[in-house]
């Protein structure tokens, strides 16, 4: 069965760090982009951060710009966003999820292009 699992949610103070995982467990999509999005409580879901299947081509939104990064081992089958400098305004639940279309291998910032999510992990920031 295609899945994306996310892991490394949790609660934390203003201006720590975390580092989030998506591991695609049956290497179901080997050659797809990846991206992360986010919702918060009574919030539309938001791009956040996407990269090609060879990590050349890398989106972020503005307002993560210089404080997160998106990374991937494609030997482990693993994408990472490592998020420093953290602020109250990101909390929220992280999706990853898996580019589809004809360009699979190259992220977007739409939602509607990502064809597989994963379940979402809790990432709260207190002030």
């Known amino acids: 069965q295609a899945q994306v699992v996310e892991s490394g949610g949790g609660a934390v103070q203003a201006g720590d760090s975390l580092t989030l995982s998506c591991e695609d467990f049956?290497?179901?999509?080997?050659?797809?982009?990846m991206g992360w999005f986010r919702q918060a409580p009574g919030k539309e879901r938001e791009f956040v951060a996407g990269?090609?299947?060879?990590?050349?081509?890398?989106y972020y939104a503005d307002s993560v710009q210089g404080r997160f990064t998106i990374s991937r081992d494609n030997a482990k089958n693993t994408v990472y966003l490592q998020m420093n400098s953290l602020k109250p305004e990101d909390t929220a639940v992280y999706y990853c999820?898996?580019?589809?279309?004809?360009?699979?291998?190259?992220?977007?910032?739409?939602?509607?292009?990502?064809?597989?999510w994963g379940q979402g992990t809790q990432v709260t920031v207190s002030s």
């Open positions: 990269i090609s299947w060879t990590g050349h081509l890398i």
């Open positions: 999820a898996v580019k589809g279309g004809n360009y699979y291998y190259n992220p977007s910032m739409a939602h509607e292009d990502y064809d597989y």
């Open positions: 049956g290497r179901t999509f080997i050659g797809f982009a």
